[in-house]
């Protein structure tokens, strides 16, 4: 690879499931290979991992369903604070998580009620 450019990136985070928002450190390298070909490397903590916007989980819960906001978007908005959660446990216990759980298990046991029902609705109509 042909010698390239280098910057510092720092990208906002949202987890979807606990709402934790969080701020990570990228060293961005950019340059091109011998064919032509736009390369870009991701390094954090020293170490080359995926882009931003590619399999980061939340440090808080471990889920995978994380947004990201656009560079420079937590400066503009002072109401969001960084690492906050949407449910805050007393120091030392994890958060408790059955508001978003309950949610998602009311909706689950609607779509089976629902299909349960056709179901029973087809083989009893024959």
Sequence with gaps: MREGTSSTETWPFECLHCLRVWEEE???HRARDEQGIDVVVWIRDDVTVEPPWSGTTCPGCGCGTVTTFPTGYLAHHPEITLGRSALRAPAGERPARG?????????TLTLLLLTGVGLYERLHAR
């Design 99 to 107: 508001a978003p759980f309950a949610s998602h298990a009311l909706l």
């Design 26 to 28: 990228y060293v961005v």
